[in-house]
C-alpha cells in the first residue's frame, strides 16, 4: 500500500514541487532563456518590459509545467511585449506570457509555395517545443494527429464564451506532442500540445485561429485583446 502511494503521490505533484532550489537554477541556467525575440520581418514589437523575475514566477505557477523538459521549455521560450496574460482568466492567450509574433492576420504575400494569402490566423513564435495552453474551457472538437501537410498536426476546440459558439485552432505542432482526444472536456490553460514544424511551414511556430459560430475566423490578438481577462 505505502508503495501505491508513493507511486500516486510522484505522478500528482507538480514537477517543480520536486525540483531542489539548487536543481532549479540549474536547469534554468540550462536552459539558456532568451529574454527578447531575434527581430524578423513582419514581427510586432519585441522589446521586452516582461521582467525575468516575473517570467519565473509565470513559469512556478503554470498549470502547464508538468515534467522537467516542459519547464526547460518554458525557459528558454523567446518573449515579448506582445501581450499581458492573466493566469485567473476564464480566457487566456495561448501562452502565458507575452511572446514574438511573426505574422498577423488577413492578407499578405505566401511565405512559402502552397502557403496561403489570405492567412486566417495569426503565428506566435516562442521556439520550438514550448508548450501551447487552450484559451478557455471546451471540448475538443478534431484532432489532427498525423501530418498530412496544411495545418500539419493541429487541434480545434469548441467553447461557449458570452453565450456564443467559439472555436479555437492549433496548428503545426510536432507530432507525438497532442495532450488531448476528440470529445474530451478541457480547461483553461491545459497543455493541448507544442510549438511545431509541421504542414506547410517555414519555421517552427503556432499557427492560431479564432473561429466564430464554429467557421468564421477573425483576428485573434483583437479577439483575445477584448474577451481575455
Request: hydrophobic fraction near 40%.
Amino acid at each position: 500500500m505505502l508503495s501505491v502511494l508513493g507511486i500516486a503521490v510522484a505522478t500528482t505533484v507538480p514537477a517543480m514541487a520536486l525540483l531542489s532550489d539548487d536543481e532549479v537554477r540549474d536547469l534554468s541556467a540550462s536552459a539558456h532563456f532568451s529574454s527578447a525575440a531575434p527581430a524578423t520581418e513582419g514581427e510586432l514589437q519585441a522589446l521586452d518590459s516582461v521582467t525575468s523575475g516575473e517570467h519565473e514566477a509565470i513559469i512556478r505557477d503554470s498549470g502547464t509545467a508538468t515534467s522537467g523538459e516542459q519547464l526547460a521549455a518554458l525557459r528558454s521560450m523567446k518573449i515579448a511585449d506582445t501581450f499581458r496574460n492573466n493566469q485567473a482568466g476564464a480566457v487566456q492567450w495561448p501562452f502565458p506570457v507575452g511572446v514574438p509574433i511573426s505574422d498577423g492576420f488577413g492578407y499578405r504575400a505566401a511565405p512559402t509555395a502552397g502557403a496561403s494569402t489570405d492567412h486566417h490566423g495569426v503565428d506566435f513564435t516562442p521556439g520550438a517545443g514550448v508548450p501551447i495552453q487552450i484559451i478557455a474551457e471546451g471540448v475538443v472538437r478534431e484532432v489532427v494527429a498525423r501530418d498530412g501537410g496544411g495545418c500539419g498536426v493541429n487541434v480545434t476546440i469548441d467553447h461557449m464564451i458570452g453565450g456564443q459558439l467559439v472555436s479555437s485552432k492549433y496548428c503545426h505542432m510536432q507530432a507525438g506532442s497532442v495532450r488531448v482526444s476528440t470529445g474530451q472536456q478541457v480547461a483553461v490553460a491545459d497543455m493541448v500540445g507544442r510549438v511545431g514544424n509541421t504542414g506547410i511551414s517555414t519555421g517552427a511556430h503556432l499557427h492560431f485561429e479564432i473561429l466564430l459560430n464554429g467557421t468564421e475566423p477573425v483576428d485573434p490578438v483583437a479577439w483575445l485583446k477584448a474577451n481575455a481577462s
